[in-house]
């Protein structure tokens, strides 16, 4: 999860930019604090190692009895793809294939995601994003905010194509990122979330959260990892999407 | 949203008792049945208060009244007052023992085989399912029914109606009244009397089975049961089923059957009695019939998001006409499907007005016994009205009347099947 650097990015408001300029001044660089996370979860040298994974994430809406579990591929093609089942719900299954990314489900039915929606999970896509994060953003440290307790720098996220900013939070005393706020951005329109991560837990040689707590829309999701496979060969045709999708890529 | 299970009794005595003085503590559960209902109202309200209200002078000038207060009906009285300061619908004081009446939870896990409609001020019968109990033992689609297990439903009706607002919810909410006097365990039979269509009084006792269709969970709300039919009609395609839940059942059904359908001159989707569920599947099964990318539904605003229902549209869309078929017991994502697709000049509506109740307006049981009544978000459909209190009027009115189910016919139907035979021969 926080492997693909935490999904969103973000491009600064003329509001939040004076007050991120002269907090620079007085705070480690992001730069610093994003380098940091990396040698914190696992060091340079073990992300260049990794080259895909298959991550399954059992997840629940608390307090609303819906649970499920989710299976997701990646690897250095930037394309992805996860399925799973959700209580109640059925098959969900998402994917990104060649800078398109999709999603079906037995709700929505299948479609196409478009405009900012797809270039963030395009990038969330990005494999190894957190090596690679000058490729996707520009960031800027602005601030310092106590998360749970603990003194965090606050890291906002300037995405390089279309898409909101993103704060990114990570401690002063660990260098993991503890939690993120982000605007999802989606046909249904923009939705505020938040996510805090913590519990990390070593997967072949890299940390990954094992708890993963998203608040949005009055919902909260629990995302708890329970497995990381990591340099799994995976086939190229796992990334292709169903026929479905193929079809609406036609249209 | 506590439900327990009701009597006919309680609703006698909440009205006797308001005769009666107040003891300290009732006194005390109206003072916190009036802070919860007002904070309640000013924690979802979506829009800044209506017509300029200053909710905070409202409790003000009102908790005086409700401390004060000799008796319950003088307490449920001020707090109606209060509310009726909103001007809006679905917001509500109900006295306790008509909140009881109003409870489904409590139903058990059997059913009578039939469904009903309030016609003309009584309950009636308007289908049965051919393999029910219900059936065998003879009951048909006209006749009234007048008792439940000794109870009258006369009364059930009469006493729930005088204690309802005039909204487009109050069928839905008379409806749930007289269905939940006719449910039990399943197996049990349940002593019944109705009028025939000769007007004969008939005892039966019918024995109560398994509700129709697939026990569904979603969540921690309780199982229901999804069933889904569908057939052809000489050229259209007819299509019913009784909760927009299971989507992997619903769904999978509605593809399959819409594919089937292509040919046709139009498809009929029957919503009549359906009362919504997950709001999300009316973009995904609304995509069969909208080619374009980008429409929507409409909108839904709550005080913390605004959600477009935006559809989705699939790689083969269905051009043919569409009807859609409602009553006063569509409600909520049926009521959003039926009313973006006829803004989105997409389907043509028969039947009666919907149940206006195109969000999940929450019943909750106060302090002091009395239902509290209140809508979470507002929906506005992509034409630019609200459906909250107002429901998709049709654009083919047809009332179903008694007469026309004791000559088994079904005129909003036969209305829609016109519609599609009309373009089947212009062509």
Redo the contacts between chains.
Sequence with gaps: MTRRFLTAAASLTLFVAPFARAAEDALPKAATIMDRFVEVTGGKAAYDKHHSEIATVELE?V????RGVLTRYADTSNNAYSNGEI?????LEEGVYNGQSWEN???????LK?GAENADAVRDAYFNAPLHWRKLYTAATTGLESVEGDDCYKVTLTRLTEGKPEILYFSKKTGLMTRIDRTMVT???E?KINATAADYKPFDGLLVPGKLVQNF??NQLSLTTLDVKSNVDIPPDRFEPPA?IK??ME? | MKFVRPSAALVVFSLAATAAGLTQEQRKLNQQSFEYAWSTIQKVMWNPMPAGLDWQKVHDEFAPKIQSARSMAEARAAMQDMIHRLKMTHFAIVPGGIYEHLDLSKSGDGATGFDLRILDGRATVVSVVPTSPAYTAGVRPGWQIVSARGVNLDDIIRDVSAALPETTSKPLLLNRAVSAELEGPANQKLPMEFLDGQGDRVKLSIQLTPPRGNASTFGFLPTQHVWFESRKIGQAGYIRFNLFLDPTYVSNRFAEAIKSYMRCDGIIIDLRGNPGGIGAMSMGMAGWFIDRPGVRLGVMKTKENTLNFVVFPRPETFHGRVAIIVDELTASTSEIFASGLKDLGRARIFGSVTAGAALPSVFEKLPNGDGFQYAIATYISEGGRPLEGIGVKPDVPVQLTREALLAGKDPALDAALAWIQEKGNSQ
């Design positions: 809406f307090g609303k009895g819906i209580e109640g719900i059925g098959k489900s037995p709700i929505m039915g299948p479609r478009t046909p249904m329109g939705v829309m009055g479905e079809k609406l249209k």
